[in-house]
């Protein structure tokens, strides 16, 4: 693990190891993507490594309506989503539709699976794909009932409002491949307040 003067970290899996790298940054953040293909459609993981110093280019946030504090759901296991939650939804949506992409399906379970992961990773002190509570997000989908051909994972820690968040995902090629990928049609989103990182987020993508 390389440090600089900022805590800002990237985190992803290549093969079976957990790659660490620090990004500039003021406060501490991190995020991590990863994709998988079900076998028999393309039998593979694919995961992205993140360890660019700088972002290649500059990401500009859709323009927003000033941001308001987090509603949180009334509990982790809630199906309704906080304002936060559908704020990261409608940009997604706005960077697909600049690309010519089909807007994604917002999905109450899948969004209930995804802030049990942020709640996860904020509980258990960890920063990674594989929960060691619920294994991996693609176990934790099915286990919760979602079929799928292709799913992915974007998580993230620290950043302080959807935008924050969206600005890194989107200026990593992983995050943005997830995002951006015409193979899914459903997204959920979780996050969740507290911890180490004080916010973690994690979006979870199936088609």
Known sequence: MARNAGRHIVRTLITTALVAAVLF?????????????????????????????????????????????????????????SSWELEVVRLVNTERAKAGLK???????LSQVARRKAADMRDKGYFAHESPTYGSPF?????????????????????????????????????????MNPSFTTIGVGQVSGGYYGNYWTQMFVG
Do not use: C, F
């Not at 593979?44 to 309506?65: E, G, H, L, M």
């Not at 807007?103 to 379970?109: G, K, Q, R, W």
């Open 25 to 81: 940054a003021v406060t501490p953040a991190a995020y991590a993507a990863t994709t998988y293909v079900t076998p028999g459609y393309h039998p593979y993981w694919r995961y992205y490594r993140n360890t660019t110093s700088r972002p290649s280019q500059s990401y500009q946030s859709p323009k927003a309506s000033p941001q308001q504090p987090a509603t949180p759901p009334t509990s982790v296991g809630s199906t309704q989503m």
């Open 103 to 109: 807007p994604l399906n917002v999905d109450a379970v």
């Open 139 to 179: 176990k934790m989908m099915r286990d919760s009932g979602i079929s799928y051909r292709v799913a992915g994972e974007n998580i993230a820690a620290g950043q302080r409002s959807p935008q924050e968040v969206m600005n890194a995902w989107m200026n990593s090629s992983g995050h943005r491949a997830n995002i």
